[in-house]
């Protein structure tokens, strides 16, 4: 797949302490299909087999096209997502994530980073540090 | 952060909603840096307007294509309801509708049309020998046939069963019958099905409209000029006259009539004398059938055969023919030898009868008569028709002892390689082509080549139509056996033949 525009790449994707994939997204970011894919990608690849709780950083992206919604319906290794957010904008465009795709495993919008981080530890997941 | 009663992104999301509610669903507005409500609301709408952007193309896109799928329908609606589903040529009322045009462009001064009607002469035999299967294969073939004769301007249309017809919009007369005498030409040639070929031959009825005139008037007086052309022979082509009309309903009348013609002693066989051309010596005669009517006098064959065969009275006719040509036989018996035949012609349909072998073999024992004293005359193009059930029951009426000849021959488009599989012993050559000998050398030369071919078979051949003492003699020089015609004498009643037949010593037959 060819890689995306560094505007539309995301900008981290790690595994933290807790086990918990940490994606994020740079601010300003148009998330195309393509780039959306290709971040999801790479979280099957660092999962490796194994489900893990994912936050997904969004703060500040600018647009998500339609075939990235798309993509984020697709199932992957992430066990539950919390979109984190600040603003009403990124609370609208969250929410048209999640109703246009029928997720495949819990997802929520927060704007408050413990509460995201509280939601990823309600559910099992067989991810190790 | 800004107020919002201040704030001209208002404005600007007013002017947005302006533009989607006119139509303008790829319109969209940019949200401010500030990411607050006003620009949630700006993207929360830039959504919907994708969304219903993307549902109203994905509705314009199914509209398309049922829309496609609506109108294929109806067009092969129209086609199933004008179009003949086996050969896919125009039906009737796809016919009669162009009819109408050509006539409505003829009242405003185009040429009338004119209407060909074609019916094949022996796709019964076909179909009731071969099967349906077979038969559909040769439609569709005449339908290839016909397309390939006429104007990119003319339908060729399937009417039902066997029948045929085409429109020639602005033709001339001379146009028409060039294009009539090529359709007749194409059907004559064989049918190729697998490793068989059939012929169907085809009468064709031809009628140039007039001013005024409807697509059922022409239709019908078509279909009188092609019953005119079966009645002469088949494999012709008539032109239609008023005079038809009256000669249609006399077929009428002779079907009817017909029915009750053998039950009331109508029938006569006239004999006609089959000679040894060496000798001299009548070693046979064919038996002619002959319609003595009540009101019309002595009628021939041509007259009342033809009918008898569409009608379905052949076969009862048939019976009769058989019973009295035997009976006749059986009633020389003093004065003919034993090797003396009686010659009795079949119709194709009569062949197929599947009970004809049985209602022989029980007239000959009834009348006491040797099965080697019948001989049964099929004509060529009865026999090719590739019909198997007629081609197995001759073989049993071989097996009785009864001979089998190919009528006619030369007539028809059979090969002569083609009589080896033929179950007959007698050959006998149509006069048309004796006719010629006296203008035509190389004619002569043709025939001499064909009684040496038939000869090499192990067939015995009889020239029909002998006129003159000078035919005779070729006919002797080219080897040929045996012939028949008015030099040898006329066709004539049983008394008179027993007279003639009593009156010379009958020595008998070598073969």
Request: charged share 25%; hydrophobic share 40%.
């Amino acid at each position: 797949m060819s890689i995306p525009p560094a505007e539309s790449r995301y900008e981290s994707l790690t595994v933290d302490d807790e086990g918990f994939v940490q994606l994020r997204w740079p601010a300003g970011a148009k998330i195309t299909g393509p780039s959306a894919k290709d971040a999801f990608d790479e979280v099957n690849r660092i999962c490796a087999g194994t489900r893990r709780p994912m936050l997904v950083d969004m703060a500040t992206t600018k647009s998500v096209a339609r075939e990235a919604r798309s993509v984020f319906g697709e199932p992957c290794a992430a066990s539950r997502i919390a979109l984190l957010g600040r603003s009403p904008v990124d609370r609208v465009i969250a929410n048209f994530t999640l109703g246009v795709s029928q997720v495949p495993c819990p997802t929520r919008f927060f704007t408050d980073r413990d509460k995201a981080l509280a939601f990823l530890r309600e559910g099992p997941h067989d991810g190790t540090v | 952060m800004t107020e919002p009663f201040d704030d001209k992104r208002l404005d600007e999301l007013v002017d947005l909603i302006v533009q989607l509610a006119s139509g303008n669903l790829s319109a969209r507005l940019a949200p401010s840096p500030a990411r607050d409500s006003v620009d949630a609301v700006i993207t929360g709408i830039n959504l919907l307007a994708e969304e219903l952007d993307l549902m109203y193309q994905n509705l314009e896109h199914r509209v398309a294509e049922r829309t496609a799928a609506l109108d294929q329908a109806r067009r092969d609606m129209e086609r199933l309801a004008l179009n003949d589903g086996l050969t896919g040529l125009a039906n009737r009322t796809l016919l009669a509708d162009r009819i109408g045009q050509a006539i409505a462009r003829a009242e405003r001064g185009e040429r009338p049309p004119c209407v060909l009607l074609l019916d094949l002469d022996e796709f019964k035999n076909i179909n009731d020998g071969l099967g349906h299967g077979a038969g559909d294969r040769v439609l569709v073939e005449v339908a290839h046939r016909l397309s390939s004769v006429v104007r990119n301007t003319d339908t060729v249309a399937r009417l039902g069963g066997d029948e045929f017809a085409i429109l020639m919009p602005g033709t001339t007369e001379e146009g028409a019958l060039r294009i009539a005498q090529r359709a007749l030409a194409e059907l004559q040639k064989p049918f190729e099905l697998g490793d068989r070929a059939v012929w169907a031959g085809a009468s064709i009825g031809v009628c140039f409209g007039q001013r005024g005139q409807t697509a059922d008037l022409l239709l019908r007086d078509a279909d009188t000029a092609m019953y005119a052309a079966k009645a002469r022979g088949r494999g012709n082509v008539q032109v239609f006259r008023a005079e038809m009309h009256h000669a249609a309903r006399e077929r009428l009348q002779v079907a009817s009539e017909l029915g009750v013609a053998v039950a009331q002693g109508q029938l006569r066989l006239h004999y006609q004398p089959i000679v040894e051309l060496a000798t001299g010596t009548i070693v046979a005669v064919e038996a002619m059938v002959r319609w003595m009517h009540p009101q019309r006098g002595l009628l021939l064959p041509v007259d009342f055969i033809p009918v008898a065969e569409d009608s379905g009275h052949i076969v009862e006719l048939g019976h009769w023919v058989l019973q009295t040509a035997i009976g006749q036989l059986s009633n020389w018996r003093e004065t003919v030898p034993e090797s003396f035949q009686v010659h009795v012609n079949l119709a194709p349909v009569e062949v197929r009868w599947p009970g004809l072998d049985e209602f022989i073999s029980t007239t000959l024992q009834q009348h006491a008569v040797a099965p080697n004293r019948l001989a049964l005359e099929v004509s060529e193009t009865g026999l090719m028709t590739g019909d198997i059930a007629g081609l197995d029951a001759l073989q049993t009426l071989r097996r009785l002892g009864v001979s089998v000849e190919i009528d006619d021959f030369g007539t028809g488009y059979s090969s002569i390689s083609y009589l080896r599989r033929l179950p007959i012993d007698t050959v006998k050559i149509d006069q048309s082509l004796i006719s010629e000998f006296a203008t035509d050398g190389d004619q002569t030369a043709f025939v001499g080549a064909m009684f040496r071919l038939i000869d090499s078979l192990g067939l015995r051949t009889v020239a029909e139509g002998v006129e003159t003492a000078t035919q005779m003699e070729q006919l002797l020089a080219l080897g040929c056996r045996y012939g028949q015609g008015i030099f040898f004498g006329e066709p004539r009643p049983a008394g008179d033949m027993t007279q003639v037949l009593s009156a010379r010593p009958i020595p008998a037959r070598s073969t």
